[in-house]
């Protein structure tokens, strides 16, 4: 896998999750700045084991000319139980886009993971993987592969950009830096 995203930003960890993992302002504006369309967010729901649930679907417009120019797409996450309310939360989503060439044998795993760092302050680590279901032909592997990391690097960069400018906002205005 590959980690994307690990710099501490000046947001406590509690908002971190709030901006990232609820149905917030801010993850609506870059949704919509990444054309994710269609956009429904189910609520977390504890499971047995102690972990929570939810899971989001929505439509991405793809840029890449080999494919279509929608595809439909689920994400499922988990909030490990390990994660401790404003301390320490571990997100793992698993994203299956369903319109895609060669869909049924590849998933994408992004693990999120916000730490505290200090009262204002956390960290942000972004941990990203392409799984397979099954194992394609070596050349379609490296395609889907290639095309894969290409979308989520620019997806990536696009996010932490994004959330320095939420930091900006948020702290403009006084406050200890
Ligand atoms: C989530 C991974 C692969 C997919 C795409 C597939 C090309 C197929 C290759 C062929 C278009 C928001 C991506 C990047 C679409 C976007 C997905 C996003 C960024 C030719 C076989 C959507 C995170 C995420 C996970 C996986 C990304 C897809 O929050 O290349």
Redesign the pocket.
């Known amino acids: 896998g590959r980690l994307y995203v690990n710099k501490v930003f000046n947001i406590s960890a509690e908002k971190m999750f709030e901006l990232l993992f609820t149905d917030s302002h801010f993850i609506r504006r870059f949704m919509n700045a990444r054309k994710?369309t269609n956009a429904s967010f189910a609520p977390w729901q504890s499971e047995e084991s102690g972990a929570m649930k939810r899971s989001l679907n929505y439509t991405?417009a793809?840029t890449?000319p080999?494919?279509g120019k929608f595809s439909t797409?689920t994400?499922n996450q988990i909030l490990y139980k390990e994660s401790r309310e404003g301390q320490y939360y571990l997100v793992d989503?698993e994203?299956y886009?369903h319109d895609?060439?060669?869909h049924d044998y590849f998933y994408?795993q992004?693990l999120y993971c916000i730490i505290r760092h200090s009262k204002h302050k956390c960290r942000l680590r972004v941990y990203t993987d392409v799984k397979y279901k099954k194992q394609p032909w070596g050349l379609v592997k490296s395609?889907?592969t290639k095309?894969?990391w290409s979308?989520?690097e620019d997806?990536f960069r696009h996010l932490e950009s994004e959330l320095m400018e939420e930091e900006a906002e948020l702290n403009q205005g006084g406050g200890d830096p």
């Open positions: 994710i991405i793809i890449n080999l494919v797409a994400e989503a994203v886009t895609v060439p060669y994408t992004n395609f889907i095309n894969s979308g989520l997806y």
